[in-house]
């Protein structure tokens, strides 16, 4: 792998290239455009030199003829030209800070509670680190009002009902949804809800209550039996995956004729299986098409963790995941979900998720919070229902987040492809807003080559 940048007063042109799945990649981070070269353009570009006259090292001349060479020089300075490789960088319009920013989602913490006993949940057995409650009715009614109020002109809203485990609350659910649904017309909105579950109190009314009501669905399962019972056990101790698979399939199976389609099966993996492209065949071999297999975030005094000494293990796996997924009849791996002929707009790959200022996340008593992850660290609490966003100065601190304001993101070639990662993950692991967490940075790239060389391998094929 290698990355180069040229710097001239502030700008910075970089490109990254890499080989993998047999390909020559080269990325040029600025446009977004990605080139597929043979071994001289590649080779040629270690020693090229923006601005400056090409003098060809000697190794480069020991395979390649001097007018060889001569002409994959010729072919990268018009691809200079034209904008395609070490491109201006002109985004600082976009760098405004999003304290101001319309609020387009809030996630509903309706349970603080679960029945599930999860060994790595960051919310403890779902009480985020206080007292297990479920939020009411008129609570979650003044959230939607929030969301509403402060939504101004977006049209477009969306709503997350999360926990805990949110069925756990399933009335609050089921009366939130339809005053939601109340202000659609009078206010010119849509709502689309979201719901993550475990699966273990799903039963036909809630499987068709879920299917006419629910935009996307989050059904939660790590893989093979063996995995997921490691982790996720049952309030005895038993088997969740067997309580669960049955349901998950009958629900996806039952989804695909219903109005809305969207479900995802999300698992964790940990230090303890490290083999999780297993978990991901598995999931696909179980009848599941679209999987979510995420790294644990995990403080480091945990067995669990995931470690340095880890990553050239799991790299393999993410690239023998991207060698295996073409031949898995429609098996869609949400981490090498990349569009690279349009994607997200400039501003959400410079800002990232908009935590604390486009989304929100409300607790059962009304509290708020940047997002799910902020949950119970009190000094980032930004406020609460009847008196709105008070913390104001946290509010504009995470509006002023991006690419530019992160020094490690700075000079990564990644970084429009996660717009800056995570802020409670800068938090917990950096100690700051701004800090990276190194190790999911390191996953993080190595996701998006395998996601690149994939759609390389694509057009290849046609």
């Not at 996720?232 to 219903?258: H, I, M, N, W």
Request: negative net charge.
């Amino acid at each position: 792998m290698y990355t180069d940048a040229w710097k001239n007063e502030g700008i910075c042109k970089m490109i990254h290239k890499y080989r993998l799945g047999g390909y020559n990649i080269v990325m040029d981070v600025n446009s977004g455009a990605i080139h597929c070269v043979d071994d001289l353009a590649f080779d040629t570009l270690d020693g090229y030199t923006l601005g400056e006259a090409f003098s060809p090292p000697a190794e480069l001349l020991e395979r390649y003829t001097a007018a060889e060479i001569e002409e994959a020089v010729g072919e990268i300075g018009q691809l200079v030209r034209e904008g395609l490789l070490f491109s201006d960088e002109d985004y600082e319009w976009a760098t405004a800070a999003k304290g101001g920013a319309p609020l387009k989602a809030i996630c509903l913490h309706v349970a603080h509670d679960c029945n599930l006993r999860c060994g790595y949940c960051f919310a403890g057995e779902g009480e985020y680190k206080g007292a297990r409650a479920l939020m009411s009715a008129e609570t979650a009614r003044r959230a939607i009002d929030f969301l509403v109020e402060n939504s101004r002109g977006r049209r477009e809203l969306e709503v997350d009902f999360f926990g805990g485990e949110p069925l756990l609350n399933f009335d609050t659910v089921k009366q939130t949804v339809a005053y939601a649904r109340s202000l659609e017309e009078p206010y010119d909105k849509n709502f689309r809800f979201t719901i993550t579950t475990n699966g273990m109190m799903l039963n036909d009314e809630i499987e068709t209550y879920i299917n006419e009501e629910m935009y996307n669905v989050v059904l939660s399962l790590d893989g093979r039996k063996s995995v997921n019972d490691g982790m996720r056990k049952t309030l005895g101790g038993g088997s969740s995956y067997d309580a669960v698979v049955p349901k998950f399939q009958k629900l996806v199976k039952s989804r695909a004729e219903s109005k809305y389609r969207s479900v995802y099966l999300r698992g964790t993996f940990t230090h303890d299986n490290l083999d999780f492209a297993r978990d991901v065949i598995h999931m696909c071999d179980l009848g599941f098409r679209n999987v979510s297999v995420e790294p644990v975030v995990a403080e480091a005094s945990e067995s669990f963790a995931i470690r340095e000494e880890d990553l050239p293990r799991i790299f393999d796996e993410y690239e023998a995941l991207a060698g295996q997924l073409p031949e898995r009849d429609g098996l869609n791996f949400f981490h090498f979900n990349i569009d690279l002929s349009g994607g997200p707009c400039v501003i959400k790959r410079l800002t990232g998720c908009g935590a604390g200022t486009e989304y929100l996340a409300v607790t059962p008593e009304g509290h708020i919070y940047p997002c799910h992850q902020f949950v119970g660290r009190e000094p980032y609490m930004l406020g609460n229902l009847d008196e709105g966003v008070a913390n104001t100065q946290l509010r504009d601190r995470l509006g002023a987040l991006n690419v530019y304001t992160k020094p490690d993101c700075v000079d990564c070639w990644a970084k429009f492809h996660c717009g800056g990662g995570c802020a409670a993950n800068s938090l917990t692991f950096g100690g700051d807003l701004r800090a990276a967490y190194k190790i999911g940075c390191d996953m993080h790239r190595k996701r998006v080559e395998c996601a690149i060389m994939m759609k390389v391998a694509e057009e290849a094929a046609q």
